[in-house]
């Protein structure tokens, strides 16, 4: 199966997604999500991240955050996601993500970036006592999707704007270095009440 949208690029259509181990999970919270990784596994290979270098943006936490990536884990399995079929994984285990991250880091302008309304939403009145990782945070997102070329990413509205980003700096990457279709432009499939499905069913 080939995009349209971007005939440059000739890789597999694969699916990425990612969910912090936030503090109390609820299976609840996670349904409209999960119950879509869940149908994507039948039609696209299938990546599912547990995004624990996301969660230490906002405070560390140590103590509980292994814990909570195995609730997470389970979580997916519970849904039905299967370990058969998909990857299921924690970010920090595959150092590739961060390393990927800095190199995509010289390629994300600062201007970029200070557009990002949910670093805005999450710094607050006093930005400036944020963590740099918080603000860089869309740019470590974008690597774990480039990282595996994934070319569809099951989100939440409020993701939209960081996978424009993710598709920027794809576009700028493969512009540089002259390298028409080496990232494929993440496409996000936006799920939650009244959001298009852009995957036939
Ligand atoms: N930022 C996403 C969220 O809060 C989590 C995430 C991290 C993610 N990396 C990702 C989602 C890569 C999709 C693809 O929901």
């Known amino acids: 199966m080939t995009d349209a949208a971007q005939p440059e690029y000739k890789g597999p259509q694969r699916v990425f997604s990612g969910m912090q181990p936030t503090n109390g ?21 299938s990546i599912y991240c547990i995004v624990d270098l996301h969660a230490i943006t906002t405070g560390p936490d140590p103590e509980n955050l292994a814990s909570r990536c195995r609730e997470v884990a389970a979580a997916y399995i519970a849904a039905g996601v299967d370990p058969q079929r998909s990857t299921i994984f924690i970010q920090s285990a595959v150092r590739e993500h961060t390393e990927l991250a800095w190199l995509l880091n010289c390629v994300a302008r600062m201007g970029w970036l200070e557009r990002m309304t949910q670093f805005k939403d999450k710094a607050g009145k006093d930005a400036q006592r944020s963590s740099v990782g918080l603000f860089d945070y869309p740019v470590l997102q974008a690597a774990d999707i480039l990282l595996y070329k994934a070319t569809h990413v099951p989100v939440g509205e409020d993701q939209k704007q960081h996978l424009e980003l993710s598709r920027d700096i794809a576009q700028k990457f493969n512009n540089d270095h002259n390298a028409p279709g080496f990232f494929p432009l993440p496409e996000p499939l936006i799920q939650g009440p009244g959001a298009r499905d852009h995957v036939a069913a």
């Open 25 to 45: 999970l609820h299976l609840g919270n996670y349904l409209g999500a999960l119950q879509k990784f869940v149908r994507l596994q039948d039609q696209y290979e």
